[in-house]
């Protein structure tokens, strides 16, 4: 195997998982708002988880990676359903080769 190629099996060796992440987060709490997503408790918990991450302020020993793989589902129906293509085809990216 060469040491400089991406592989998810080997900790992810040559893989921005976690950079990947961090970009999925701002454009997933945009969808949401202007969606009309906040509304519903339980996007507004995934918003809220989201900009605690981004602020820094999350002590619950979170991450993004963490976050996004743990929603994979949800995510894409936000995407799919706004015809958001950047946010579908990155977070396609991290479902295969991250989580």
């Known amino acids: ?6 592989d ?6 040559n893989i921005d998982c976690d950079g990947m992440a961090a970009r999925l987060l701002p454009l997933a709490r945009r969808r949401l708002a202007v ?4 509304a519903n408790p339980f996007w507004q918990r995934f918003a809220d988880k989201a900009e605690g991450l981004a602020s820094g ?13 743990s929603h994979v589902m949800y995510l894409a129906e936000i995407f799919e359903a ?16 991250c989580c």
């Open 57 to 69: 302020a999350d002590g619950g020993g979170a991450d993004a990676l963490y976050l996004v793989c």
């Open 35 to 38: 969606g009309g997503y906040l």
């Open 1 to 6: 195997m060469d040491a400089t190629q991406p």
């Open 8 to 13: 998810r099996y080997v900790s992810f060796c």
């Open 82 to 97: 706004d015809g958001e293509a950047e946010g579908r085809a990155l977070l396609e990216q991290i479902e295969l080769t």
